[in-house]
């Protein structure tokens, strides 16, 4: 028996029927078929009011990549100060539910189309490198329209899972510290409308403590920076990084002491950054645990000793699931039987998916209660990364449904 990791609150604490935002899972299922994902706006919201309450008086940022859903982005955008976008896919995505000045769009190799599209928008282009604060001046000009532009730095340091490695690294994203308040020269002198830093140091961070060393690092780059520059960043973007418990043993971050750390760390900032307004991106934090994976059993087989409960779904929808989305080594995500919440185990099965091939297991010898075809498999921490970070043509089954309730 493997462990798998913790189902969220919400959901853990049910027994019975599992029931996503009042509505009976199997019932979704039967309504609006399977494999389907199904997202809590109301467990969206209550992470919103829970950064409002644990941070000072800062912005809270949305990083749309983490689930760009059209139903769940119209939720999540009136309650957040600002949409993160990647790509001029996901910039006219935001430009449908937040005004261009809330919009940031930061990502390596932005193409000249994408650069005009944000800058006639109005949105911050978090630039990557000197040649694209080059690129930007040039669109600006030939669209006759001022750019909003902040740097995106490229930090000395890294937010690891614990504790923080020091020491800076060579990177796509972001323009090496070293050389950062240079290109904040360039793009003032060329006429750019500066708004200020984007420093993001890491992500998935369970430990406060990690974040707070990675915080307090950033603000003291961010100071360090605007006195090399000799301009207050209007905006300092401090970067995100909080995770969310996946696997057995992950322990939920505690929020409510980075951000009294966070609060002190503000009051004692330095002369250069007195006026400026800062920033926090979230994906994952804010949307993975209120998303459920949903999908049918096909098939129950036995083969040499074990059990195999084979589903409708697979990594094809759900590839974080199944380990191989940035994971290094595999283990369980938290999943379910969804008529039969807080049972007791019946045995040891593995939940595959319907790919033909080894990859596709999405519980690797979990411990479930009786399971029989036609039930419904929940998948739990399947609201950030999982549709559109899954590779939905391989093998050819349909797209999965997506609903937010
Ligand atoms: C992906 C990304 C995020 C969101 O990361 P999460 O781990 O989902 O919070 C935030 N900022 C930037 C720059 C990113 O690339």
Not at 222 to 245: D, I, K, M, S, Y
């Amino acid at each position: 028996m493997k462990p798998m990791g913790p189902i969220p609150p919400a959901f853990g604490e049910q027994s019975g029927a599992l029931t996503i935002g009042g509505h009976d899972a199997s019932a979704l299922v039967a309504t609006h078929g399977a494999p389907l994902f199904v997202y809590d706006a109301a467990l969206v919201a209550g992470q919103v009011a829970r950064f409002r309450a644990a941070m000072p008086a800062i912005d809270l940022h949305y990083a749309i990549k983490a689930n760009p859903l059209p139903a769940l982005l119209a939720r999540i955008a009136p309650v957040v100060d600002g949409l993160d976008v990647a790509s001029g896919g996901e910039l006219a995505r935001a430009l449908t539910v937040k005004p261009g000045a809330a919009i940031s769009f930061a990502g390596p190799g932005k193409r000249d189309a994408e650069l005009e599209a944000a800058i006639a928008a109005g949105a911050t282009l978090n630039l990557e490198s000197a040649g694209e604060a080059r690129r930007a001046l040039a669109a600006g000009d030939r669209l006759g329209v001022r750019p909003r532009v902040a740097v995106r730095v490229n930090p000395d340091m890294e937010l690891r899972g614990s504790g923080m490695k020091m020491g800076g690294r060579a990177s796509p994203f972001g323009i090496d510290a070293e050389h950062a308040a240079a290109v904040v020269r360039d793009v003032i002198a060329g006429g750019a409308d500066w708004r200020g830093l984007h420093i993001y140091a890491g992500s998935q961070a369970l430990d406060a403590g990690a974040v707070i060393e990675m915080q307090a690092a950033t603000l003291a780059l961010a100071a360090r920076l605007a006195e090399q520059v000799g301009v207050t960043p209007p905006l300092v973007n401090l970067g995100g990084g909080f995770g969310v418990p996946y696997f057995a043993g992950d322990v939920a971050l505690d929020v409510e002491a980075v951000g009294a750390a966070l609060g002190e760390a503000l009051a004692m900032r330095g002369a250069a950054l007195r006026d400026s307004r800062f920033a926090i991106e979230l994906g994952r934090w804010l949307v993975a645990e209120a998303g459920v994976y949903l999908t049918r059993v096909v098939d129950v087989k036995a083969s040499r000793g074990e059990t195999f409960v084979v589903v409708d779904g697979g990594l094809h929808h759900q590839l974080a699931a199944s380990g191989n989305f940035g994971t290094v080594v595999r283990r369980n995500y938290p999943l379910a039987v969804a008529a039969r919440m807080g049972a007791a185990a019946a045995g040891e099965v593995s939940v595959v998916g319907c790919l033909c091939t080894p990859l596709d297991r999405l519980g690797d010898r979990v411990a479930l209660p009786p399971v029989a075809e036609g039930e419904v498999i929940a998948i739990f921490l399947a609201g950030a990364y999982g549709a559109t970070a899954s590779p939905a043509a391989f093998l050819g089954h349909p797209a999965p449904a997506e609903l937010v309730v």
